[in-house]
């Protein structure tokens, strides 16, 4: 590997470990098998004064820096144990390179942007390991950014403006531009990927002015900037409300930030979920200011309807979306299984800005083609897993489609729908399905995970074929814009008027018009309601 190496010596035993010069210094990483890891970099620092806005940029480091330690997270709750975790000490970024790389032969880059609702999760390598990636010949960097009420507070001045997450994500990139060739990556081929939060995230990125010059090639898995769940109105007395919450008795906006900056960020994190405000710490619309730069200047279809993407992009989802732990609706329903609060009247009232009457007539409308007649209980539990994956995930991603292929875009839709031994989600919350994909399953098959993230993982000969074609699929398509994968017979075409998806499950094939007489009616009610959505 053409890298700078410093030879060291330990307990009189001498290792060569690689190093590279990076516009703060040098950097130290470790080998691996066949790659070269260098984990925990810095790429900007929160700042102290101003936690919940622009972060300050990283000094030189003062001699060597050792990137061989991926345990930072932001401040979050574990979604397993529901403990507080992480620091603010939180935003850095992991570079994972194929032995025999050098700036002499750049390889193609992937940037991936995790997800978690954009209020939990981080990018080390216990849930997204390299080797599956890097082994088939591209550098792959992953990185931290802001969660929650220190990602996405706004207060609409241009102090917090909002979207502070996607402005850290924005630093991370400009950070593989100044940097990546050091590495032996290409700063002008780089592929920015993403899942959940991380996809929209992606998206975000790309109808940003600020940031599409970053990257050539996208990749959204299992969400778009359409979804219901991305958005959210900025509620500019928040800070007021977690002061109160935590023991200053004041309606002074900045009298409660300052005091909030010497609070315990769990401690601001318990507080943000406790009062219900997590649920306002999503991305959001700027307002404009002097010499700042909005990541999102309007609301998703207006930034679509203005969109120009002159990039290759695949979109797509999974087969079975919303399966594990019910979670965007279970609280529609109590144990006797009666109705409370309408999931389908609780959707459709955050996405579309509706009158008491035509939120009445929506929602028996939606609620008519999913069950009929019929009281949720048992028997609608697959009916309304249908109903919130076709709104959550699969309609938004056909919506997505249709701006970019009618912006002239080349566009790949697939459906992932593969049940085997390393589904992701499925063995993280012991979901009893033996068909098709839930939420975030896919993940699993493109990235190397720990045992104690996969702990009933048995991996089969089926599952490694499925590891080697996705992966295939994502690097080729690194490579060269095209997802076809080159050592199989599989033409994966890209979106037409037919609108073709691949499936991606034990046969891979080409199906059209998959889900038409669900998407049919959501085209239906998007015609009769869309000039009044929200977003």
């Known amino acids: 590997m053409k890298f700078v190496y410093l030879l060291l010596s330990l307990n009189a035993v001498n290792c060569i470990d690689p190093l590279v010069w990076t516009n703060n210094g040098f950097v130290q990483g470790i080998h691996e098998k066949d790659i070269v890891s260098f984990m925990g ?9 101003n936690q919940f806005g622009e972060t300050l940029d990283v000094p030189p480091f003062e001699g060597v820096y050792s990137a061989k330690d991926d345990s930072a997270l932001c401040p979050q709750q574990d979604e397993i144990n529901f403990t507080i975790i992480g620091t603010l000490d939180c935003l850095r970024i992991n ?87 050091a590495f032996g990556g290409d700063n002008d081929d780089v592929t920015l990927f993403g899942e959940d939060a ?30 219901d769940w991305v958005m959210a109105e900025a509620d500019t007395q928040a800070p007021v409300k977690l002061a109160k919450y935590l023991g200053l008795d004041t309606d002074d906006v900045d009298d409660a930030l300052n005091y909030l900056y010497t609070i315990d960020p769990k401690m601001v994190i318990t507080a943000s979920i406790d009062t219900g405000l997590i649920e ?31 990039i290759p992009i695949i979109i797509g989802f999974n087969s079975r979306e919303d399966h594990p732990n019910m979670r965007y609706f279970s609280h529609s329903i109590d144990s006797n299984f009666k109705r409370t609060n309408s999931s389908f009247r609780s959707k459709i009232k955050k996405y579309f800005n ?3 009457e035509d939120l009445d007539e929506a929602e028996r409308l939606v609620k008519y083609f999913y069950i009929s007649d019929e009281n949720i209980g048992p028997h609608t539990i697959e009916a309304m897993l249908e109903f919130d994956a076709d709104f959550s995930f699969m309609y938004p991603s056909l919506r997505d489609s249709r701006y970019y292929v009618e912006a002239g875009a080349t566009v790949y839709l697939y459906t992932f729908d593969y049940a085997g031994g390393r589904n992701y989600m499925k ?9 098709g994909a839930v939420h975030g399953d896919e993940i699993g098959y493109l990235f190397q995970q720990s045992p104690n993230i996969q702990p009933r993982c048995s991996e089969t000969n089926e599952d490694k074929v499925i590891i080697n ?63 009044f959505m929200r977003w």
């Open 41 to 49: 970099i810095p790429y900007a620092i929160v700042d102290p004064a």
């Open 95 to 181: 570079v994972y390179v194929p032995e025999g790389a050098n700036p002499d032969s750049l390889l193609p880059v992937m940037v991936f942007i995790h997800g978690g609702d954009f209020r939990r999760w981080n990018s080390n390598r216990d849930t997204y390991g390299p080797d599956f990636l890097v082994t088939k010949g591209v550098i792959l960097v992953t990185f931290n950014y802001r969660l929650g009420p220190y990602g996405f507070m706004s207060i609409h001045r241009s102090d917090i403006p909002g979207n502070a997450g996607l402005r850290d994500q924005w630093k991370a990139l400009l950070w593989v531009r100044d940097n990546i060739a």
């Open 198 to 227: 991380g996809a929209a995230s992606v998206e975000f990125h790309i109808l940003s002015k600020h940031s599409k010059a970053l990257f050539h090639k996208a990749i959204l898995q299992s969400g778009t900037v359409l979804c």
């Open 280 to 310: 306002s710490f999503k991305p959001t619309v700027e307002k404009e200011f002097f010499r700042v730069k909005p990541m999102i200047k309007d609301k998703p279809s207006e930034l679509l309807n203005e969109a120009k993407l002159a």
């Open 354 to 356: 509706l009158d008491d």
């Open 427 to 435: 063995n993280r919350f012991r979901v009893k399905l033996n068909v």
């Open 469 to 531: 074609l996705m992966t295939y699929m994502w690097t080729d398509f690194a490579k060269t814009g095209n997802p076809t994968p080159a050592r199989h017979v599989f033409t994966w075409t890209p979106v037409t008027e037919e609108y073709s998806y691949a499936l991606l499950g034990d046969k891979l094939q080409m199906i059209h018009h998959p889900y038409h007489r669900r998407m049919a009616f959501w085209d239906q009610v998007f015609e009769i309601y869309g000039e």
